[in-house]
């Protein structure tokens, strides 16, 4: 995510990686939103940002030289803050994260830079089913970042970014910052098998989440016997479980969803199918 202000569209690509932008028009809103982010490939993540409580506005005197992420992410950022300044005070923004996998475990870094003497420590607290925190003196910052691991997201599947000065802030304003935030995440397999019922043109391996996926194809659905044995666990780990056809199918439709959510566009965009009428010559 690139924080800050100047964007013109909410999807950048920078360095064959796509970025999404939280312009000003979303950030200094309470009620700003940014759907449909993409992952660093371009991918539909199903994920969505929400501003819960408005930032004040954009600080473009960050850094121009951090090896982290690009100069179009760090020279910019959006700032807080306590004391009045531009007409407006305590402003402590805060956002969620919404259409989150309650299976995941979701690690947040935090980048935030401005010129300046003083003490910026920006404390950033992430609350889900479990909450962690991290402080980060965005003073004349060029390579340091702060990341918060393992947080499960809450029970509406969404986790909170809240935004407030540390205890070693000593500027007079209080001002805190974000301008780049990273967010990670890792899938904690549990029991569960995923099957991809369709044809050989969509299969699907691995999702975006790590899941491993099992195919379902004609050579054994359209029998009235055919088994395919020692399905695979969304961790790759093979079963003693087999799925066994006791009636066939007549064939495979191909005109599907393309929209990935819930499932992979490879999953969904076939499947199999049957009939009470005649077709296909059954």
């Not at 950030?27 to 490939?41: H, I, Q, Y």
């Not at 044995?229 to 003693?240: A, K, N, Q, R």
């Amino acid at each position: 995510f690139d924080f800050g202000g100047g964007a013109t569209t909410e999807i950048d690509v920078v360095d064959d990686e796509r970025w999404n932008n939280v312009t000003e028009s979303i950030s200094t809103s309470d009620e700003g939103t940014l759907n449909s982010l993409v992952n660093v490939s371009g991918g539909g993540t199903g994920i969505g940002l929400q501003m819960t409580s408005r930032f004040n506005g954009v600080n473009r005197n960050g850094t121009t030289d951090s090896m982290l992420f690009p100069s179009s992410a760090t020279q910019d950022s959006l700032y807080g803050n306590t004391e009045a300044f531009n007409g407006l005070e305590d402003v402590l923004p805060s956002f969620k994260l919404t259409g989150l996998n309650p299976d995941n475990r979701y690690s947040l870094t935090f980048f935030g830079s401005r010129t300046a003497t003083d003490n910026r420590e920006t404390r950033y607290t992430v609350n889900g089913s479990n909450s962690g925190v991290g402080t980060l003196n965005v003073a004349s910052n060029v390579d340091q970042q702060v990341t918060v691991e393992g947080i499960i997201p809450d029970t509406d599947s969404e986790i909170t970014i809240s935004i407030g000065p540390g205890p070693n802030n000593d500027n007079s304003s209080h001002f805190t910052y974000l301008g780049a935030m990273q967010v990670d995440w890792e899938n904690v397999f549990v029991p569960r098998i995923l099957v991809d019922a369709g044809g050989s043109a969509f299969e699907t391996s691995t999702d975006d989440q790590g899941n491993v996926w099992n195919n379902f194809q004609g050579g054994v659905a359209q029998t009235d016997d055919g088994v395919l044995s020692d399905l695979v666990s969304v961790g790759g780990v093979s079963t003693e479980i087999s799925l066994q056809m006791m009636a066939r199918f007549n064939g495979v439709n191909q005109a599907g969803t393309e929209d990935p959510s819930p499932y992979p566009s490879t999953a969904t965009h076939d499947s199999l199918f049957g009939h009470v009428e005649e077709f296909n010559g059954l």
